[in-house]
């Protein structure tokens, strides 16, 4: 059982559309990061979310941490080739006092030219 | 600055071989992370060091794998008697304080003949 889950697995849009990806879980997170990683390429961090109800903006990402920090959100608006790439989140469980670093299985999103 | 580097990049072996890899972290950087990924999928936790301890081995998958980190700082990931399901890219992260964002090195791609 995955202690994050992330939706959709996969997904492949028109450059220039809009787009949200989710990751979920039934715990609390005290926070939450998100990583791009690229092909052949270890993942980059992007972001790393605290407060609940948090949201951040990097260029045309936006990024919310939801209320109870079970879950979080990644909006691209008008997506480019450039984006193409698995996005994981990641983080430690609020609860897990041992330092086990949990990963989403990832969204593995393709902007087609 | 400089960032995680991991060497080989890419390493062939014959299963039943042993194999070492190497991680370099960031300077300065206390917490240490293991990741196994295979092709198209997201990351598989292996093992996690605070300085030169490691508090966390639970996602080593078999007694073939061992890893050590010296002086707080170079890793390496040890398998022994390489079977053909090790083949995979093998990451190593760190970060400054352990549960803290992580930054990634390129990874080695390990494939077992």
């Known amino acids: 059982t995955q202690l994050l889950e992330q939706s959709p697995q996969f997904l492949s849009i028109q450059e220039g559309e809009n787009l949200t990806v989710y990751c979920n879980s039934s715990?609390?997170?005290?926070?939450l990061q998100w990583y791009r990683q690229e092909p052949g390429e270890g993942p980059v961090l992007l972001v790393t979310v605290v407060t609940g109800g948090e949201v951040k903006k990097l260029k045309r990402l936006t990024f919310q941490f939801g209320d109870a920090r079970k879950d979080s959100s990644l909006h691209i608006t008008a997506a480019q080739p450039g984006d193409t790439g698995l996005y994981l989140c990641?983080?430690?469980?609020?609860?897990?006092?041992?330092?086990?670093?949990?990963f989403g299985p990832g969204t593995r999103l393709s902007v087609l030219p | 600055g400089a960032g995680v580097s991991q060497s080989p990049s890419n390493k062939v072996t014959e299963k039943g071989k042993d194999v070492e890899l190497r991680c370099d972290p960031i300077?300065?950087?206390?917490?240490l992370y293991w990741y196994r990924q295979s092709l198209g999928q997201g990351l598989e936790f292996l093992i996690y060091f605070q300085g030169n301890s490691a508090p966390d081995k639970s996602g080593l998958p078999s007694d073939r794998f061992s890893a050590e980190r010296t002086g707080g700082s170079v890793s390496t990931l040890t398998i022994q008697r390489t079977q053909q399901e090790d083949s995979a890219v093998y990451l190593c992260?760190?970060?400054?304080?352990?549960?803290?964002?992580?930054?990634f090195g390129p990874g080695t791609r390990l494939t077992v003949t």
């Open positions: 990641a983080g430690v469980p609020r609860d897990n006092y041992g330092q086990n670093f949990v």
């Open positions: 715990s609390v997170f005290s926070s």
């Open positions: 300077s300065g950087h206390t917490a």
């Open positions: 992260a760190s970060s400054l304080v352990p549960n803290y964002e992580q930054y």
